[in-house]
């Protein structure tokens, strides 16, 4: 009895840990990958006014850089305005509403080194 229940509990721990791994092992080439279209995505909506790297000037030069501001805003407002379209406020700007995929690619690029 208290056997099957032991052995019970050890598959439940397996079963977690290998699902644990293959999350590891899988994520991990798709992040790097999805930090690139983040990028492309800024680059072909905002990079013409707005420098989207650290240390690069904007080609506008009121427009702020974008690796800045962004990375200043917390998730949910950084979500928020991706989705509702930033560019609402300024005239200049395009209002360009982000699929929650593109926001998600948005964020990776946001949240790594450079
Ligand atoms: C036509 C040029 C142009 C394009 C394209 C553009 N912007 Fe801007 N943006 C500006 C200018 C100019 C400012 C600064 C003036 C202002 O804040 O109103 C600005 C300001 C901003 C700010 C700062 C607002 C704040 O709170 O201070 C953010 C964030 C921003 N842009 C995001 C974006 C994003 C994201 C895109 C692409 C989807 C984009 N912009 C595309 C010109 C542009």
Same mark, same amino acid.
């Given at each position: ?19 644990? %791994?293959?999350?590891?092992?899988? *994520?991990? =080439? /798709?992040?790097?990958?999805?930090? +690139? ?28 850089? %974008?690796?800045?501001?962004?990375? *200043?805003? =917390? /998730?949910?407002?950084?979500?928020? +305005? ?17 699929s929650?995929?593109d ?7 946001l949240?790594?080194?450079?």
């Amino acid at each position: 009895m208290a056997h099957t229940l032991k052995g019970k509990l050890m598959q439940r721990l397996w079963f977690r840990v290998s699902v644990g %791994l293959l999350f590891l092992c899988c *994520s991990v =080439p /798709t992040d790097a990958a999805d930090n +690139e279209n983040g990028k492309d995505l800024l680059q072909k909506n905002c990079g013409r006014c707005h420098a989207l790297a650290a240390e690069t000037a904007s080609p506008l030069k009121e427009a702020p850089n %974008l690796w800045i501001v962004l990375r *200043s805003y =917390p /998730t949910e407002r950084l979500e928020f +305005e991706l989705a509702e379209g930033i560019g609402s406020r300024h005239k200049d700007m395009p209002q360009i509403q982000f699929s929650s995929e593109d926001i998600y690619k948005i964020e990776s690029y946001l949240s790594g080194d450079r």
